[in-house]
């Protein structure tokens, strides 16, 4: 008799995060949320305040048609436009805090701290997860 034949493709890899924040983003996300309820972000192009991320009160900010959704950082959405996201597609955000000024329309302005973006490329069994998945 024949042994049984199985699936001998190995398991889809998951999907890693598109962005995360560290500790002391988390932090100030809390905080920002206690003072001005739901909060989300938002990574564009530039202009006024650069590249910075941008944190919004919910309602404050109208989301747009083209933009992105990358996921969740302290259960606040974080949206990147359409241009930016496809230049920033083969990396993972990492949201930080350091001292400085926040942007002009940001909550964090006021606070000495601002948001800041860091990233790492994905290596290439990551964005092989990503691309399966459909999320670039």
Known sequence: ??????????????????V????????LIDTLRSRH?????????????????????VG???V?????RLGEIGGADFYISAP?????????L??????????MFSLENGEGVRFL?????FTDEEFAALSAAGRV
């Open 64 to 68: 747009g048609d083209r933009d992105v």
């Open 20 to 27: 995360i924040a560290t500790a002391p983003a988390l932090q």
């Open 84 to 92: 930016q996201f496809a230049y920033w597609k083969h990396t993972q």
């Open 37 to 57: 309820g739901p909060v989300l972000f938002h990574q564009s192009g530039g202009c006024c305040d650069g590249s910075s991320p941008m944190c919004f009160a």
């Open 117 to 121: 973006v860091r990233s790492r490329l």
């Open 1 to 18: 008799m024949a042994p049984p034949v199985t699936d001998a493709s190995p398991p889809a890899a998951t999907p890693p995060l598109q």
């Open 60 to 62: 404050d900010f109208i």
């Open 94 to 103: 990492i949201i930080d805090v350091v001292p400085g000024r926040g942007g």
